[in-house]
T-cell receptor, first 114, second 108 residues
Framework: EPEVTQTPSHQVTQMGQEVILRCVPI?????FYWYRQILGQKVEFLVS????????KSEIFDDQFSVERPDGSNFTLKIRSTKLEDSAMYFC????????????FGQGTRLTVV | KNEVEQSPQNLTAQEGEFITINCSYS?????LHWLQQHPGGGIVSLFM???GKKKHGRLIATINIQEKHSSLHITASHPRDSAVYIC??????????FGTGTLLAVQP
């Protein structure tokens, strides 16, 4: 069964460092998303990406965040200068189409900023 | 006020019991998703529905669009059903808005 793959599963980084979280969406999917879940809280939308550009972003997704699809298979989330409050589980998701369609999630990357 | 509310927040059941988790939402939606999250964090899609009822094995999901309410039922619950069950809604844009989840523990 096709799946969304995220790497690494766990990353520890020092405050102020840059991190890149990687995702390989399902191959025939066209829409890609990043969500995050701070420990004990609900999952929150960060950004959606379609046709090589951001289609929507939340207030959380400020200038410290960027996304990229560098090679047609990977979908990355970069945090330029991490803060303690960026510590969370980050989920990548993909959908085949927009609108009413099943979303497939990766296993998540647990980011710990120390 | 949260756009997606779930109840209960925590639920403990005995093996074999019939379980119901409720979800109410306040926004217009194109579809409602029920998701499962196990310890360790991975999220799995259980159902996507925009009307009526869907069944998959021991799981049943219903939605009432007029009342902006959905329920997830588990029949003959089993300890392996223990997980967090999350309701999420999709609207005019492609993003999902998540509820806070229901932590289900099924005891043998």
């Amino acid at each position: 069964e096709p799946e969304v793959t995220q790497t690494p599963s766990h990353q520890v980084t020092q405050m102020g460092q840059e991190v890149i979280l990687r995702c390989v969406p399902i191959s025939n999917h066209l829409y890609f998303y990043w969500y995050r879940q701070i420990l004990g809280q609900k999952v929150e939308f960060l950004v959606s990406f379609y046709n090589n550009e951001i289609s929507e972003k939340s207030e959380i997704f400020d200038d410290q965040f960027s996304v990229e699809r560098p090679d047609g298979s990977n979908f990355t989330l970069k945090i330029r200068s991490t803060k303690l409050e960026d510590s969370a589980m980050y989920f990548c998701a993909s959908t085949r189409t927009g609108g009413m369609t099943e979303a497939f999630f990766g296993q998540g990357t647990r980011l710990t900023v120390v | 006020k949260n756009e997606v509310e779930q109840s209960p927040q925590n639920l403990t059941a005995q093996e074999g019991e019939f379980i119901t988790i409720n979800c109410s939402y306040s926004v217009g939606i194109s579809a409602l998703h029920w998701l499962q999250q196990h310890p360790g964090g991975g999220i799995v899609s259980l159902f996507m529905l925009s009307s009526g009822k869907k069944k998959h094995g021991r799981l049943i999901a219903t939605i009432n669009i007029q009342e902006k309410h959905s329920s997830l039922h588990i029949t003959a619950s089993h300890p392996r059903d223990s997980a967090v069950y999350i309701c999420a809604v999709g609207g005019a844009t492609n993003k999902l808005i998540f509820g806070t989840g229901t932590l289900l523990a099924v005891q043998p």
